[in-house]
């Protein structure tokens, strides 16, 4: 009776996971985030969202991105910087100020890859002096 009983848990865990993974392949494509507007949408997900730990997932692993690929580009002597944000800066600041930015900006939000909104919010919020 007890191996039925798991047996019963482990399909409705299975099934769970399974059923999750499809709503959100179906709703969530990384395909589909090709401008700054379609990062936002994703960046500004409710939490009481179904989808909101992939979205904001995906939101900070973007931004975490386009920092670290700023931070590599200027390390060297061939190109400034062009952003400086303090080095105690949160991920979660990055994506109020991208936020906070698209609402100001909506002329750049739908013909523009992400990178440059994200780039744009930062530079705005932390200009290099």
């Not at 395909?31 to 949408?41: H, S």
């Not at 939490?47 to 900070?60: H, I, N, V």
């Not at 939000?109 to 919020?125: D, F, N, S, T, Y």
Request: proline share 5%.
């Amino acid at each position: 009776m007890k191996l039925i009983r798991r047996m019963i848990a482990l399909a409705a865990i299975f099934t769970s996971v399974f059923v999750s993974a499809q709503a959100l392949a179906q709703t969530s494509n990384v395909n589909d985030v090709v401008t700054t507007g379609d990062l936002v949408e994703l960046c500004s997900v409710s939490a009481d969202d179904p989808l909101y730990e992939a979205a904001m997932g995906f939101c900070l692993g973007y931004i975490d991105a386009a920092l670290d690929y700023h931070t590599a580009l200027t390390a060297g002597p061939e190109f400034n910087a062009i952003a400086c944000p303090p080095s105690t800066l949160a991920r979660e600041q990055v994506v109020v100020a991208v936020v906070k930015w698209s609402a100001n900006n909506s002329q750049h939000l739908q013909g523009e890859a992400p990178v440059q909104g994200v780039m744009r919010a930062i530079v705005e919020e932390w200009p290099c002096s």
